[in-house]
């Protein structure tokens, strides 16, 4: 008798200590949900730009823009491939950050496109709603015909000048 009511008592302890681990787990399996819903919620959905196309653009008199930051490693991989797209067409750059950051993007990009720096560049950023760098436009008159983050899958679409 003995031995019987002192494996219940074990039995009853292991099942006791495997309710408390269970609740440890889900503790903290909804910690961790919050942490992936406050990510989530942090970087957003992903960045598709081809929602500005048709949108009107504060730019007129040039087909091709470009929009770069002086803190983003791709926008100085894409800015040799978009200088090389802008010489046969009508580009403007929109190189955002400080002047002494940028010297690069503008050495390269100011023989084929005009220019924009500085609080400008802020600016046409801001009014053109660009949400990640780089980021490319086709523009017809001061309308947004196709938008990409890289200059090949524009350039697939641009019709050449």
Do not use: W
């Not at 002047?99 to 100011?110: A, G, M, N, R």
């Amino acid at each position: 008798m003995t031995f019987l009511v002192a494996a219940v008592v074990f039995v009853g302890a292991l099942c006791l200590f495997n309710l408390l681990l269970t609740f440890a787990v889900l503790r903290r399996l909804r910690e961790q949900g919050d942490e992936l819903a406050a990510l989530k919620a942090k970087h957003g959905p992903r960045y598709d730009p081809e929602v500005m196309v048709g949108q009107e653009i504060p730019v007129v008199g040039h087909d091709l823009v470009g929009f770069f930051d002086s803190g983003c490693p791709t926008c100085h991989e894409e800015a040799p491939l978009f200088a090389e797209l802008a010489v046969r067409h009508s580009a403007l750059a929109v190189i955002s950050g400080a002047p002494k950051d940028v010297t690069d993007l503008i050495e390269l990009l100011s023989p084929v496109a005009s220019l924009v720096l500085g609080d400008e560049a802020t600016e046409l950023t801001k009014a053109v709603d660009i949400q990640a760098f780089p980021t490319f436009l086709q523009v017809s008159g001061s309308r947004i015909e196709q938008a990409q983050t890289s200059v090949a899958a524009l350039a697939e679409k641009v019709p050449s000048a």
